[in-house]
Structure formats: C-alpha cells, structure tokens
C-alpha cells in the first residue's frame, strides 16, 4: 500500500471514530485536550502488572463495568496499551490485567502474530489514531499454534484450510529455538513473542518507529502462565 493509500485509509478510520476522548481508569488518567491517553509507556505498564497481580491474589478490581462507563466510551475511545495476545479462549487480556471498558485495543488470533494487513494495520491504528503509549505481545503457555507449527517442523504434519497458512508466521520461530534446553513448545512461544516485537520495533512504517525514537512509544513481549496466572514481561527492552 502506498504512503497516499494508507493516509486514506487511516483518514477514514479516524473519521468514523471520531468524537470525544475518554481516559482509561486509574492514576494519571484524566482526560487529555488532545488525542490518546496522559499515561506513558511505563505508567500503562505499571497498571498492567498491578492488575495482574490483583488476577494473581483473586482481588477484587476497580475496572470500570458501569453502564457510565459505557455511555462515557460510546462517544470516542482512549484505551492506553494494545495486547497483541493469541484468540485462545483462556487467555482474556481484560481478566488478566484487571482491566475494563475502552482500556485496552486487543488485537487477537492464533499465535499472536501481526503477519497480516489486519492485524498489523490494527496495531498501527492503534498508534497513530487513538495515540496508545504501549504495545504488549502477549504468547503463553501450551499455545495451540505454535504446537501446530512445530509438528510441522518436527514431524511435517500438514492442516487443513487456512490453518495451515495460519501458522507459517510461526515456523520460523519454532526453527531458531530449536536445540535449545528445555520443551520445544514452551521455548517457541517466547522466540516468536521476541520475533514480533522485534518486527514491531523495527518497523519502517514512521507511525510505528517515529514514536519509538521520542519515547512516546514502546513495545513490550509478555508470556502468560496458564497455571499461575502470571504474566511475566520477559522482554521489556
């Protein structure tokens, strides 16, 4: 897409999601003049760890649920941290963060990847319209596509439909942690959390790099422990 076409077509988003901004819930979040969140990277992801570790205690969270809420954020969004997490089903970004409505721009599939026009033109939405400060990879435990992607380095297996083509993205990180100590699963869910932040950093696109370079930006990779409940923020670099 060129530099013109994308403007365009950020343009038209922007202009149907345009209205008043409303600031996510918690310390330092009143509501800005100006497009996105007061918060910095390091405020959105301190309250991402305290609302992990309020998952973690089975403590009881603030996050706003109310049909205020709700009419508040109808009129525009502000969330203050895109999730770039994996569609599995018992990984809910909002529980385990402790997070409510508007808070967070969740971009979901399998893998958690932003191999596609989609799911990267979400992230980069996010950015650049709604000025989100934080970007989070999110990958955890016994994740179902990278298991695919591994026995299809390992044993060659082949999926049906898109499946297949689904988990391509993933293959490469399944190949570099190969040989390495421990389970190949395990370890393959945290090469391929590294490998998209490192796309994400790296990104040509000035939308995503320009806020990098003045630190209004930044990107963080996470892996969930089904079993604790805790995310740990493995790659904060």
């Given at each position: ?175 570099a942690a190969r040989g390495r100590p421990g389970d190949l699963v395990d370890n393959s869910v945290r090469e391929n ?45």
């Amino acid at each position: 897409m060129s530099e013109v076409s994308r403007r365009v077509v950020i343009g038209g988003m922007s202009a149907a999601a345009a209205g008043a901004f409303v600031a996510p819930h918690g310390a330092g979040a009143a509501a800005p003049a100006g497009k996105g969140t007061k918060l910095t990277a390091q405020q959105a992801l301190a309250l991402l760890k305290e609302g992990n570790q309020r998952f973690i205690a089975d403590r009881p969270t603030s996050a706003p649920m109310s049909r205020q809420r709700r009419l508040e954020i109808a009129k525009g969004q502000q969330p203050f941290a895109v999730l770039v997490s994996c569609s599995d089903s018992r990984v809910g970004p909002e529980q385990l963060f402790g997070r409510g409505l508007g808070e967070l721009f969740i971009v979901r599939n399998a893998g958690n990847t932003v191999a596609s026009t989609q799911a990267m033109g979400s992230v980069e939405y996010a950015v650049a319209e709604l000025g989100v400060p934080l970007i989070v990879v999110l990958g955890h435990e016994r994740c179902g596509a990278v298991a695919a992607a591994a026995s299809v380095v390992e044993q060659n297996s082949l999926y049906p439909g898109s499946i297949g083509r689904m988990v391509e993205p993933i293959v490469p990180a399944v190949l570099a942690a190969r040989g390495r100590p421990g389970d190949l699963v395990d370890n393959s869910v945290r090469e391929n959390v590294r490998r998209v932040v490192r796309d994400l950093r790296t990104s040509v696109e000035p939308m995503l790099l320009d806020p990098q370079k003045t630190g209004r930006l930044k990107v963080v990779g996470a892996y969930y422990d089904l079993d604790t409940g805790v995310v740990d923020f493995f790659d904060e670099s």
